[in-house]
């Protein structure tokens, strides 16, 4: 079945400094991927959505390009602010889920001065 | 952007109650899902539903009810409630388009 992977369960950064957060998958389909972002206290919120190959997709300072090839999604943004603190998801959806959501583990991501 | 709702906000129920978690939305999507959110755990599916009369299990069913009278409404019932039913719960509306979904603000349930 489809399952997503998220390796860092927590990422420390000093402001100002590039971030990545990693994000592979694994499906047999053809397929849409998600980042979603959870600040403290609230409800998760689309950050970026692809489903091309290789094209890489931009949102408030975020992107992340779709790499069918290496399955893929990782998130960067190139200088990281203190309001980037926050529980980041990376997801899946496709004809084998269904089209449901298949969630990672989410990463944590804080920001320090 | 979709908007879904979610009442109460914030509840304190006893062990062995019933409570009801009701979600609205006002963007005619067809899916629409429970979700609890604990420290360790993530985003877990409960039940979802894919138009209204329909209801589905998702992977943690087990002490929990859905109901989803109309294309709007989708509440989650715990019959016997039970501490370990204490969690942070989330509704969500998809869109159908792979599914991109739409949370509403959370339900904070503590059962003492």
């Known amino acids: 079945g489809d399952s997503v992977t998220q390796t860092e369960g927590l990422v420390t950064l000093t402001e100002g400094l590039p971030v990545m957060l990693n994000c592979t998958y694994q499906t047999a389909y053809s397929t849409f991927l998600f980042w979603y972002v959870q600040h403290l206290n609230e409800a998760p919120k689309l950050l970026l959505k692809?489903?091309?190959d290789n094209k890489r997709t931009e949102h408030q300072g975020f992107h992340a390009t779709l790499h069918k090839s290496s399955s893929s999604f990782h998130l960067q943004k190139s200088s990281a602010q203190l309001s980037d603190s926050a529980l980041y998801y990376c997801?899946?959806?496709?004809?084998?889920?269904?089209?449901?959501?298949?969630w990672g583990s989410g990463t944590k991501l804080i920001i320090k001065p | 952007e979709a908007a879904v709702t979610q009442s109460p906000r914030n509840k304190v129920a006893v062990t062995g109650g019933k409570v009801t978690l009701s979600c609205n939305q006002t963007n005619n999507h067809n899916n629409m899902y429970w979700y609890r959110q604990d420290t360790g755990h993530g985003l877990r599916l409960i039940h979802y539903s894919y138009g209204a009369g329909s209801t589905e299990k998702g992977d943690i069913p087990d002490g929990y009810k859905a109901s989803r009278p109309s294309q709007e409404n989708f509440s989650l019932i715990l019959e016997l409630a039970t501490p370990s039913q204490t969690s942070v719960y989330f509704c969500a509306s998809g869109d159908g388009t792979g599914d991109t979904q739409y949370f509403g603000p959370g339900t904070r349930l503590l059962v003492l």
């Open positions: 997801a899946l959806s496709d004809l084998d889920s269904n089209y449901q959501l298949i």
């Open positions: 692809s489903s091309t």
